[in-house]
């Protein structure tokens, strides 16, 4: 039902391809977590439309993803997400089979990875988490020895989260960093070992460049902010032309995250610039200061930001989703405070605990953090 027989709609149509055809263009949306979904228009590619699913097979290859005939691709996310779009598409473009979970939880995953043999899947570090959460006595229960490639994106992984995941599933998790925009960087599993905490150096076609204020290029681990080449097609930020220019420089565009390069050229994010805190002129990186939180085992999901001080301009302060069974309260703050200050120079500490039921991200697990911090800064100007 819903659907036309193709035979009915290939009736008394033409025998050969229309001619001059082109493959079309897909506008995606960046996700809308600093502000508003921004349309990245990029002009009609002179594709032929039969050449599409190559293009597509060349974007898994990457990550060593072949057109096996017993390859399942399992998307536990909404379709409107630009990588979880690509990544369902192109399993589609490979002839792949498609597992579409209605909602995801961390035990449905794992049922369906062993229910369907499931080989490839996109994650995000919050989904890791919380698997990591469940109880030993169900994750023993499932066999996942069918998975070949997980890959994971969209936010920072705490290095110690992404070490257990590789401990439980093997060297099958992969990490890139990109945009709606463009990218990228890639790293195996097999590298992140050897350079923990990489989201990877530059993937074919691409090049990654890190620049001070000054847009020097900055020496090796040197924090700055990252730039990615625009590659073979620019794009521009649909009916926003000012935002476009904003982000350019020299053939090259950032979302505008911090990060080094070291050595070697791989790429070691720090955070989002806009979500920076400086307090008493010191920059400190929230991600570090979140990838401590998420050690305890009382914590869920953690979010940290700058909160308005008269005397430092800026303080840490944290908001805790706490773990089931986990009571929220002074009691618990206290243990939090004192965990981080056994972990973190003092300055880094948060100087306050909040607690919230439910962590505001979407449903592709990106935190939505000006929904927690916009609220502490009602008539203040940030001035950074």
Request: charged content about 20%; some cysteine.
């Amino acid at each position: 039902p819903g659907f036309r027989a193709y035979a009915e709609l290939s009736a008394g149509q033409p025998a050969t391809a229309p001619a001059e055809r082109i493959a079309g263009q897909v506008m995606n949306y960046t996700s809308g977590t600093t502000g508003r979904p921004k349309g990245v228009r990029r002009a009609l590619a002179p594709f032929d439309p039969d050449t599409v699913a190559s293009l597509y097979g060349m974007f898994l290859a990457m990550f060593g993803i072949g057109p096996r005939g017993d390859n399942v691709h399992l998307t536990g996310s909404p379709l409107y997400h630009t990588a979880v779009l690509l990544f369902t598409a192109s399993s589609f473009h490979f002839g792949h089979t498609v597992v579409l979970m209605d909602r995801w939880m961390p035990e449905g995953c794992l049922e369906c990875i062993q229910r369907y043999r499931v080989t490839t899947t996109h994650m995000v570090p919050t989904q890791f988490h919380r698997l990591l959460a469940l109880p030993d006595a169900v994750k023993v229960r499932f066999d996942l020895s069918s998975l070949r490639h997980v890959i994971h994106a969209a936010a920072p992984c705490p290095v110690d989260v992404k070490r257990r995941m590789l401990e439980w599933w093997g060297p099958v998790i992969y990490e890139y960093y990109a945009a709606s925009e463009g990218g990228g960087t890639l790293v195996t599993p097999e590298e992140w070992l050897r350079h923990p905490g990489t989201v990877g150096r530059a993937w074919p076609g691409s090049e990654v460049r890190v620049l001070d204020d000054a847009a020097n290029t900055c020496p090796p681990r040197q924090p700055g902010t990252v730039y990615m080449a625009l590659g073979v097609q620019d794009f521009e930020y649909h009916g926003d032309r000012k935002k476009t220019e904003a982000n350019r420089r020299d053939g090259f565009f950032t979302v505008g995250d911090v990060g080094y390069l070291d050595e070697e050229g791989y790429l070691f994010l720090c955070d989002r610039k806009t979500d920076m805190i400086i307090s008493g002129g010191v920059n400190i990186y929230p991600a570090e200061v979140e990838s401590v939180l998420l050690t305890h085992p009382a914590v869920a999901d953690a979010a940290v930001f700058g909160i308005p001080d008269d005397d430092w301009g800026e303080q840490v302060k944290a908001v805790i989703e706490p773990a089931p069974g986990a009571e929220p309260g002074a009691a618990l703050a206290t243990d939090l405070l004192e965990f981080c200050t056994a972990r973190l120079a003092k300055y880094k500490c948060p100087r306050t605990i909040d607690f919230v039921a439910a962590m505001p991200r979407d449903p592709n697990g990106k935190l939505y953090k000006r929904k927690l911090r916009d609220p502490y800064w009602q008539g203040r100007e940030r001035v950074i």
